[in-house]
C-alpha cells in the first residue's frame, strides 16, 4: 500500500522576533497562514529505505538532500516501525525560501508513516513529533491560520473565515535562516525579551478585509533579510506598483509574498511581475494542514 500526504507551503502574516534566549533561539509571536502550494510525499514499504524527489524547473532540486539529512527522512527515522520504507516527494513549495517547504515534507511524513501502519496516534502525539523536528513542523500538521509563540512550536489555531489572495515570487538563490537572525540581532541590540503580539492583525483577520490585513502585515526578519538582499526590497516596491496591496519577505526569505484585494487582482500583479520575474506563483490561503490525498 502506498500512502500520499499533501502538505502545504506557510507564509507568516505577523512575526515578530525577540532577543535570544540564553539558549540560543530567538522567542517568536507569530501568526501563520497555510496557501495552496503543495508537497506532495508518498509512502509505501520496502525492503530498504529510499527517498525519491521531483519537481518543476523552478524548484532547486540539486538543493534537496536524499540522505539522513532529509527532514522527512528524519521524521521516519524518529518514528519509524520496523522495515524499510520508499518515499518519493514531489515539490511545489520553493526550497531554502522562506515558506517552510522542508517542515512541510517532515509534517507529511509523519502523517503518512502513522497511517501507512494504522497507527492512528492523536493529534497531541503527532504535534510532539513535529516539535522534536523542527519549529514550523508543528503548523505543516494543523494549516489554516494559526499563532505560534514560544520558538514557534507552540501552535494555536486562529479562526479566520477569509479568503486571502497572494502573489509569490521565490528567489533562484537561498538565503541563509541563521544569517538573517544573526543580521537581526546586529540591527536590533536591544530588541525587547518579549517579541510583539499580533493583536491589531488578529483583529483584521476577523474583519475579512484585505486592506485592513494589509496595514497589519508584519516581519521583524524582512529589515534583516533586505539589508542582505537589497533587490528584495526592489521586488517589493515594484509588486506594490503593480497593485498589490501590501508586499513583505516570507519568513526569513528570500521568497516575497503580495497580498492583493481578490483573486483577478492577484491575476493581474503576477501577470505584470511575470515580465520580469522568472517564477510568479499565484497563491490561496488559508487551506488545511498535511492531510491524506490518496491510499492505494
Not at 507569530?30 to 514499504?45: E, H, M, N, R
Not at 520504507?85 to 511524513?109: E, L, N, T, Y
Not at 523542527?134 to 479562526?159: H, I, K, M, N, Y
Not at 496591496?245 to 521568497?255: A, E, I, K, Q, W
Request: charged letters at 20%; hydrophobic letters at 45%; glycine letters at 10%.
Amino acid at each position: 500500500m502506498t500512502i500520499t500526504v499533501r502538505a502545504a507551503a506557510k507564509i507568516n502574516l505577523h512575526l515578530a522576533v525577540g532577543a535570544p534566549r540564553e539558549d540560543g533561539f530567538h522567542p517568536l509571536d507569530t501568526v501563520y497562514q497555510a496557501i495552496d502550494l503543495y508537497d506532495d510525499l508518498s509512502l509505501s514499504a520496502a525492503d530498504e529505505d529510499s527517498l525519491a524527489v521531483d519537481g518543476p524547473p523552478y524548484v532547486d532540486l540539486d538543493g534537496i538532500p536524499t540522505d539522513a539529512s532529509n527532514i522527512a527522512v528524519r521524521a521516519l527515522a524518529e518514528v519509524a516501525c520496523a522495515g524499510g520504507h520508499a518515499m518519493r516527494i514531489s515539490k511545489q513549495i520553493p526550497v531554502a525560501g522562506g515558506m517552510a517547504g522542508g517542515s512541510a515534507d517532515g509534517a507529511a511524513a509523519l502523517l503518512a508513516h502513522d497511517r501507512l501502519h494504522g497507527l492512528d496516534q492523536s493529534d497531541d502525539v503527532l504535534l510532539a513529533q513535529a516539535a522534536r523536528l523542527g519549529s514550523d513542523v508543528p503548523f505543516s500538521l494543523v494549516g489554516g491560520t494559526a499563532r505560534g509563540r514560544g520558538r514557534g512550536e507552540v501552535v494555536e489555531p486562529v479562526e479566520d473565515a477569509g479568503t486571502w489572495w497572494w502573489v509569490v515570487v521565490p528567489s533562484g538563490t537561498g538565503l541563509s535562516t541563521p544569517a538573517v537572525y544573526r543580521h537581526f540581532d546586529v540591527l536590533h541590540p536591544d530588541a525587547p525579551s518579549q517579541p510583539a503580539e499580533p493583536t491589531e492583525l488578529l483583529a483584521a483577520l476577523a474583519t475579512r478585509e484585505p486592506v485592513r490585513l494589509a496595514r497589519t502585515l508584519r516581519n521583524d526578519l524582512e529589515e534583516p533579510a533586505i539589508d542582505l538582499r537589497p533587490e528584495l526590497g526592489a521586488l517589493i516596491e515594484r509588486g506594490e506598483r503593480e497593485g498589490a496591496l501590501r508586499g513583505m519577505v516570507s519568513g526569513s526569505g528570500p521568497t516575497c509574498v503580495f497580498l492583493c484585494e481578490g483573486r483577478d487582482e492577484a491575476m493581474t500583479v503576477a501577470a505584470a511581475l511575470s515580465a520580469t520575474y522568472d517564477v510568479v506563483l499565484p497563491a490561496m490561503g488559508p487551506v488545511a494542514g498535511a492531510h491524506v490525498v490518496t491510499t492505494g
